[in-house]
């Protein structure tokens, strides 16, 4: 079995194939024009991640201002809607800098969630 896919690692969306045998073990891949292309196709068949972004609000003197938040690494590709439904229980007061992590250990894995900007 043949799995076709586009390298999402860089704009240049290389077309890799990954073949399968019998078992899901993968026994060839190409296509690929750099080894984070190879590394993205690996773990893309056995282990999908996904960096999760999105936003929190933040309880300022002037109101609520909404912080954009992502994941430090990739989440299993599974986890990306509780992490949502976990990220909407969360409201921030100020102030927050940019790199803060706002979750450790987010859901269980080793990605934290980071501020990405500052709220003053
Ligand atoms: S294989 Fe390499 S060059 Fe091609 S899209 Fe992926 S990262 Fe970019």
């Given at each position: 079995m043949v799995k076709e896919l586009t390298c999402v690692?860089?704009?240049?969306?290389c077309k890799i194939n990954v073949t399968l045998d019998e078992s899901g073990n993968i026994t060839d891949i190409s296509g690929y024009t750099c080894i984070r292309g190879k590394n993205y196709a690996q773990s893309e068949v056995t282990h999908p991640v996904r960096t999760l972004t999105s936003t929190i609000p933040v309880i300022t003197k002037t109101g609520e201002h909404m912080l954009p938040v992502k994941t430090s690494t990739g989440i299993p590709k599974e986890l990306i809607f509780d992490g949502m439904k976990e990220l909407k229980k969360i409201k921030l007061t100020h102030?927050?800098?940019?790199?803060?992590?706002?979750?450790?250990?987010?859901?269980?894995?080793?990605a934290d969630i980071v501020a990405g900007k500052d709220v003053i």
């Open positions: 690692v860089c704009p240049a969306g102030p927050v800098k940019a790199g803060d992590i706002i979750v450790h250990g987010f859901l269980g894995t080793d």
